[in-house]
Structures are given as structure tokens and as C-alpha cells.
């Protein structure tokens, strides 16, 4: 009978710990789901038209994410078949933000990326940006 008594402990234990840990887990994923998505926009490998990257951040302060996604809109990650929209040679200075504004620092090499190539980088700097709450407009500025 105490035989009996511990495998059924030891039974009760096993089941009460699985429970536990299956509830942690699914804790987990239902936190990695509550973070914001904001789309990166990228270049296809032609340059012919913008692609997008899902891309999720804990940060919530204005200025962190700002900085944030424009770390990752310079750097494209190495799983993703796509580019930069942002030429290597331009160089990003900063950015102010002015109430809805977001203005947008660059040297003298942005006004000499080719035609079609500024207005996707434009086109992916304001999709990608303009997705932070209290930012609507981009101004860009060159040569600064």
C-alpha cells in the first residue's frame, strides 16, 4: 500500500510539472506576439521595386525606435534576398523630429544615388518610418 502511495506522488509530481511547464511556454510565445510588427522596406535584388521584412521591438520610446529601424533599414540581415534602399556611399547624419515631422540627416552623397534609386530609398524611408506612432511626413535633407 505505501508502495502504491509514492508512485502515485511521484505520478501526481510528473503531472503537475508538465503542467507548469507547458504554461510557461505558451507564456513565451503569447509575450513574442504582443510586441509590435513594424515593416523594414527594402530593395528586390533587379532594384526594381520595394520589398518588405517583418521586424519586432520591446522599444516603445519615440527617439530608441526612430534609431532602431533605421539601423535596420541600413542594414539589410544576411537571411534576407534583397537591398539596402540607401546607397553604401550615403552616409546617415541624424534626424530632428518637429512635432509630425521627422527630418532626416544625410551627407552630399544621397543627391548623387541615380534618379529611380532615390525615390524608392524616399519611398522605403517613409513607409518604414512613418509607421512610428506621431510621425507622419519625412523631410530629407543632404549635405548638411
Known amino acids: ?7 502515485l506522488v511521484l505520478a501526481g509530481l510528473i503531472w503537475l510539472t508538465s503542467l507548469v511547464l507547458a504554461g510557461c511556454k ?4 503569447s509575450t513574442e506576439e504582443e510586441l509590435p510588427v513594424y515593416q523594414i522596406y527594402y530593395l528586390n535584388p533587379a ?3 520595394l520589398v518588405s521584412q517583418e521586424y519586432r521591438t520591446g522599444t516603445t520610446e519615440t527617439d530608441y525606435l526612430i534609431q532602431e529601424l533605421m539601423d ?28 509630425i515631422v521627422l527630418y532626416l540627416y544625410f551627407d552630399n552623397n544621397y543627391t548623387s544615388m541615380k534618379s529611380y534609386r532615390e525615390i524608392l530609398c524616399r519611398a522605403a524611408l517613409a513607409r518604414t518610418l512613418t509607421q512610428i506612432p506621431g510621425i507622419e511626413y519625412i523631410n530629407i ?3 548638411q
Not at 72 to 94: E, H, I, M, W
Request: charged content about 30%; some cysteine; overall charge positive.
Open 1 to 7: 500500500m505505501k508502495r502504491r502511495w509514492k508512485y
Open 47 to 49: 532594384m526594381t521595386r
Open 72 to 99: 535596420q533599414f541600413q542594414n539589410v540581415p544576411a537571411y534576407v534576398d534583397c537591398q539596402a534602399a540607401l546607397s553604401d556611399k550615403v552616409v546617415y547624419q541624424g534626424y530632428r523630429q518637429e512635432d
Open 26 to 29: 505558451a507564456e513565451a510565445d
Open 141 to 143: 535633407y543632404s549635405g
